[in-house]
Structures are given as C-alpha cells and as structure tokens.
T-cell receptor, first 117, second 113 residues
C-alpha cells in the first residue's frame, strides 16, 4: 500500500518570501502521479500542481514549483513570492498509474501554511 | 468553468438516522469518488464509482454506506444509520478519464449528534 508523509504540521512565512513544504511517499510502483492540493478555509480542495513520475522535469505553475526526487521518493512544493491568499492547508497526494480505469488519491496529513503580512 | 457541486453544505443529524449526501459531478466526467475528512485529519478515500458500479471501496465503506447515480447526473452517498464517528467533511470528486485530475466539490459537513 502507498503512504504519503508530510512531516511539517504547520509552517508560516512572511508575505513575498519563499517557502518549501515537504512530502515523502512510499510505493513500489514505478509509474504514478503526485499532486499538491490546497484547501483554504472555505474547505474546497483545489489542485495546485501535479507531477508525472516518468517526467524528469519538475513541474511549475506560476509561483508554484516542485522538487521531485524519484529515487528519494520526495516531492516538495516551493511557493515563491508568497501571498496572503496562499494561506491554506496543503495536501500532498499520490495516485497509481491507472490501468484501464482510474485510481484513488492517497493523501498525506497536510501542512497548515500561514502567510503573514 | 464547470464545477462539482454538493448539497447540503452542512447536515446535522441524530445518531442512528439515515442521511443522503448529494453531488452533481461535472457533466462529461465518467469516474466519481467520495472522500471524507474527519476534522483535523487527512482526507481518506471511501469509494470510487464507474459505469454504474463501485470500482473500489475502502475499509471505511462498510455495509452502512451505499452510493448510486440515480438519474445520470446526481451521485449520492447514503449512510443508513449514522454513528458519532461519521461526523466529518465529505467530499465528492469527479474525473473525466483522459486527464488524471480529480475535481473536488466544496464538501458537505456532516455532524452526528
């Protein structure tokens, strides 16, 4: 079974600074997807960024980027130029490569990020 | 932009009562999911649904739970006899199939008294 570990329950950062959230996972699969979801106080889960394990290049979405280290099974999220609206719970998630169907997401426990003015 | 919707946003019920949580997935999506999040804990998979049948279910999804897609648009989660420990946020998600992003609804907060 796959597991996802987020070792930082809470983090804080000053507005405009950069912060990195950690995530490690355990799997015997070779092909899979990794995701970061954001859950603001409104509670809706919003996809921030995703990474395909077969891609060596790290995914980037505007101010959000990942550092994907497949051998180390590490998938950290870097938020640059932090904004007050980035305040949220961030979940790292793993999904096996679908085989003719779809697969469930396996989530970590989350990191609560607070951006301070 | 299409979105997943869920009703009600908050449901309060007495222990032992039946509840039905409703979701309207994105219209052309083919795969549907329920997850739950007990307050302060991680999001957990409950069940996935495709082609009018359950694809996979977790250990949490016992005989008290059921899902159905009664009319081709709604996707419901029924809890037959609620327990205190069923109090949680329940999220519905849907997936088109060809692009592996699950779109989540805003959630239903279930409070069992």
């Amino acid at each position: 079974a796959q597991t996802v570990t987020q070792s930082q329950p809470e983090m804080s950062v000053q507005e405009a600074e950069t912060v990195t959230l950690s995530c490690t996972y355990d799997t015997s699969e070779n092909n899979y997807y990794l995701f970061w979801y954001k859950q603001p106080p409104s509670r809706q889960m919003i996809l921030v960024i995703r990474q395909e394990a077969y891609k060596q290049q790290n995914a980037t979405e505007n101010r959000f980027s990942v550092n994907f280290q497949k051998a180390a099974k590490s998938f950290s999220l870097k938020i640059s130029d932090s904004q007050l609206g980035d305040t949220a719970m961030y979940f790292c998630a793993f999904m096996k490569l679908p085989q003719g169907g779809s697969e469930k997401l396996v989530f970590g426990k989350g990191t609560k990020l607070t951006v301070n003015p | 932009e299409p979105e997943v919707t869920q009703t009600p946003s908050h449901q309060v019920t007495q222990m032992g009562q039946e509840v039905i949580l409703r979701c309207v997935p994105i219209s052309n999506h083919l795969y549907f999911y329920w997850y739950r999040q007990i307050l302060g804990q991680k999001v957990e998979f409950l069940v996935s649904f495709y082609n009018n049948e359950i694809s996979e279910k977790s250990e949490i999804f016992d005989d008290q739970f059921s899902v159905e897609r009664p009319d081709g648009s709604n996707f419901t989660l029924k809890i037959r006899s609620t327990k205190l420990e069923d109090s949680a946020m329940y999220f519905c998600a849907s997936l088109l199939g060809s692009y592996n992003e699950q779109f989540f609804g805003p959630g239903t907060r279930l409070t069992v008294l």
